[in-house]
């Protein structure tokens, strides 16, 4: 075979696709990595000076104030990060924060991040059109330089306005990333490696959350003094992506569907493919854009308006929703507090090895999803959720009782980390694009990336409050809501395996029009045609 390819799944694999890939999912990679690395720097513990601040706020500025900082102090401590924040005040004012506020602007701070992400999202399809998939990427990195910047700085220059100010920009940049990488991998992957190429983007944003989690350990960037660099770093994806984007090719099918030019977008193929005649690929993409042309324009409200997309894009936000709402965040938070009832001496380790477990299955989704299929592993996976969500109720309701019920947890945390590894955390991401055809892809990203950054919002702003108010029973909700999803993909949500875009859409739109055919069985009956994406890679030897 010759050099610079590889062997995949019975697909050649070049240098340029595998170059393409990687330099996409970095911006991934960066999304996950500012998920977790707001809570990675560790708590910071009173010393003696503490001490005396919360009496001295006791005498100055009353008994409710000084209550307040004693309990915050001692009872959980504080975040370095708002430790920070207190310091800022004290300088400006010199009083410590009303604890009030300092629980305000530590929430916007994490919070801001989910509303940047929310609006952003909503630009994708736009964004995507205009500036086409790999220069959106390009200039997206914008946001994330200024806003690592700021954030890096914040300490610097005594201002938690530039650290919030920056998640919000930072955030911003995930949304847009979040939409754009599924595009550009999906559009330029090969039709029998798109599933496993496509659950990188969700592999590279668990290996940003344990990269973060591992960095945020005191002993490394997790201290008082280096976490403005822990935070600072989010520049590094972004410097070497801007670095390896102009050596990839923009993807052939927004080049030559959207944009009309098909010398661009054969060389394009060229580079992706290793091969020299691209002319039937070419002729497929033309027939595509022919039924495109005579179809409107697809808007935003056309996708809930038209029978023929209403389907599909219910099926996208739903299945968004089953990512957010599957509970995964509830098992991160009580994991910490299990571990330590386990007898775990720091249970921080522990919390990374919940990470590496949520990395190796992600892994082991990559190589099955191609295998069993996107709907078979998405239920695989929302079912071993619920089991695991009403074994973890049981123990946590018997933990003081049943002291061994602790082990029975952490079984159950690493459960449902690696169930949701299998389906519900890969599978949506990418399955949005396979729903839909090059015309109504961009408006469809933008819609179920904006419902999952609304779910997320969501479930960071009401799950304190809920999990407050249910105890361990939090998980039963959970498990209802699982079972709903779960039941919701055996009806309604199609396999796309080894489908082509045109066959998906062909049976969708044979749906609309009244028939009720299976979808595999519609699907089938198109084996025959040609395909509309790269699956060409590995037929033919190269020349």
């Not at 170059?19 to 500012?34: I, K, P, Q, R, W």
């Not at 701070?109 to 059109?129: K, P």
């Not at 929703?321 to 249970?347: C, D, E, H, R």
């Not at 029973?473 to 993909?489: H, M, N, Q, S």
């Amino acid at each position: 075979m010759p050099a610079g390819f590889q062997q995949l799944g019975g697909e050649t694999v070049t240098r340029t696709l595998a170059l393409s890939v990687f330099t996409a999912v970095l911006g991934s990679l960066e999304f996950g990595y500012n998920i977790g690395v707001i809570n990675a720097p560790q708590k910071v513990q009173p010393t003696a000076e503490d001490l005396a601040v919360c009496q001295q706020v006791w005498l100055t500025a009353g008994m409710r104030q000084g209550i307040g900082w004693y309990s915050r102090w001692l009872g959980k401590s504080l975040r370095i990060i708002e430790a920070d924040y207190n310091a800022t005040w004290v300088h400006r004012y010199g009083e410590p924060i009303p604890t009030g506020i300092l629980t305000s602007l530590w929430s916007l701070s994490v919070a801001i991040f989910s509303i940047g992400g929310m609006l952003s999202s909503f630009c994708v399809g736009f964004v995507s059109e205009w500036l086409g998939r790999r220069k959106a990427m390009l200039v997206n990195n914008l946001f994330a330089f200024l806003g690592g910047s700021l954030m890096g700085m914040s300490k610097l220059c005594s201002s938690f306005e530039m650290m919030i100010l920056g998640r919000f920009i930072i955030g911003a940049y995930c949304g847009l990333a979040s939409g754009l990488t599924p595009m550009y991998v999906g559009e330029i992957a090969p039709t029998s490696l798109r599933g496993a190429l496509g659950t990188l983007h969700q592999l590279a944003i668990v290996i940003g959350i344990l990269i973060a989690q591992i960095l945020g350990l005191e002993s490394l960037l997790g201290s008082e003094d280096l976490w403005p660099v822990l935070l600072g770093l989010t520049v590094v994806p972004t410097v070497l992506q801007m670095a390896l984007l102009p050596f990839c090719p923009e993807s052939p099918r927004f080049l030559y569907i959207v944009r009309c030019q098909e010398h661009h977008a054969k060389s394009g193929l060229r580079r992706l493919t290793g091969r020299l005649e691209v002319g039937d690929m070419l002729a497929e993409m033309k027939e595509e854009k022919r039924r495109m042309d005579m179809e409107r324009k697809v808007s935003i409200p056309e996708l809930f308006r038209s029978s023929l997309y209403r389907q599909p894009i219910i099926i996208s936000i739903l299945l968004q929703l089953s990512q957010q709402l599957s509970g995964i965040n509830a098992i991160f938070y009580y994991s910490t507090s299990i571990f330590m009832k386990a007898g775990v001496q720091n249970p921080v380790y522990a919390t990374i090895g919940a990470g590496i477990v949520n990395c190796a299955f992600t892994v082991v989704s990559l190589f099955l999803v191609e295998r069993m299929g996107r709907r078979t592993l998405h239920m695989l996976g929302l079912g071993g959720m619920s089991i695991c969500a009403i074994i973890m109720t049981m123990a946590l309701a018997l933990l003081d009782s049943v002291p061994w019920m602790s082990y029975i947890s952490m079984l159950s945390i690493f459960g449902f980390v690696a169930f949701f590894e299998v389906g519900p955390g890969p599978i949506p991401w990418f399955f949005v694009a396979e729903l839909f055809s090059q015309g109504p892809r961009p408006a469809a990203m933008a819609v179920a990336g904006c419902s999952n950054w609304t779910a997320n919002f969501i479930i960071g702003m009401c799950f304190q409050y809920v999990a407050d108010l249910c105890g361990p029973y939090v998980f039963l909700i959970f498990a209802a809501l699982l079972l709903f999803f779960l039941i919701f993909t055996f009806l309604r949500v199609p396999e796309t395996q080894g489908k082509t875009f045109d066959q998906i859409t062909a049976n969708f739109h044979q749906r609309s029009q009244g028939g009720m055919m299976d979808l595999d069985m519609g699907m089938d009956m198109d084996l025959d045609k040609p395909s509309t994406e790269l699956d060409y890679l590995g037929e033919e030897s190269i020349n």
